[in-house]
Antibody, heavy 122, light 105 residues
Framework: QVQLVESGGGLVKPGGSLRLSCAAS????????MSWIRQAPGKGLEWVSY????????NYADSVKGRFTISRDNAKNSLYLQMNSLRAEDTAVYYC???????????????WGQGTMVTVSS | DIQMTQSPSTLSASVGDRVTITCRAS??????LAWYQQKPGKAPKLLIY???SLESGVPSRFSGSGSGTEFTLTISSLQPDDFATYYC???????FGQGTKVEIK
């Protein structure tokens, strides 16, 4: 079935780094734009970053620009988020999500992973 | 940046009630709006896209309307499974509303 599975979360000290992964299955991963969205404990949803189907285009929320890098490996059906210079305010559940239309930028997210928790604390 | 404002923040309702949630955009987003349902500890689930299109598999008691800057999500007859938090999202630049929690009255 169509599925996204995140991994790589954990506890990291302020200023540290972490790399999240998202494994896709059940669909042609290389056809779709993908995004990372996060949710701080007890808070709402915040879009973090997107990447086009061929990795040609990326975009970031101002809150993570210059610190986070999104990438993908279509041969491995995988999406990544490299997070550097982590801050306490980056503490959140991080979800990967698929845009519902093939090769289109700017669409609703129809498939979500279960999320992976990132905690930034000393 | 486009800001999305939902109202109310919390809504108390009973099973069988008709429920309406409003989402306002700080500038026109045409019909580029989605609605999601989220239950505690779970990922959001897409309900409505393009303001009024029902996602496959979503019960028909959910409906969306609006365009430009004002949008609504309506649940025609609230069911026990519908108690959750609902988010709107504009997908010009992917901003979410702050959420509306629908709780049992």
């Amino acid at each position: 079935q169509v599925q996204l599975v995140e991994s790589g979360g954990g506890l990291v000290k302020p200023g540290g780094s972490l790399r999240l992964s998202c494994a896709a299955s059940g669909f042609t991963f290389s056809d779709y734009y993908m995004s990372w969205i996060r949710q701080a404990p007890g808070k709402g949803l915040e879009w973090v970053s997107y990447i086009s189907s061929s990795s040609s285009y990326t975009n970031y929320a101002d809150s993570v620009k210059g610190r986070f890098t999104i990438s993908r490996d279509n041969a491995k059906n995988s999406l990544y988020l490299q997070m550097n210079s982590l801050r306490a305010e980056d503490t959140a559940v991080y979800y990967c999500a698929r845009e519902r239309s093939i090769a289109v930028a700017g669409d609703a997210f129809d498939i979500w992973g279960q999320g992976t928790m990132v905690t930034v604390s000393s | 940046d486009i800001q999305m404002t939902q109202s109310p923040s919390t809504l108390s309702a009973s099973v069988g009630d008709r429920v309406t949630i409003t989402c306002r955009a700080s500038q026109s987003i045409s019909s580029w709006l989605a609605w999601y349902q989220q239950k505690p500890g779970k990922a959001p689930k897409l309900l409505i896209y393009k303001a009024s299109s029902l996602e496959s598999g979503v019960p028909s008691r959910f409906s969306g309307s609006g365009s430009g800057t004002e949008f609504t999500l309506t649940i025609s007859s609230l069911q026990p499974d519908d108690f959750a938090t609902y988010y709107c999202q504009q997908y010009n630049t992917w901003t979410f509303g702050q959420g509306t929690k629908v709780e049992i009255k």
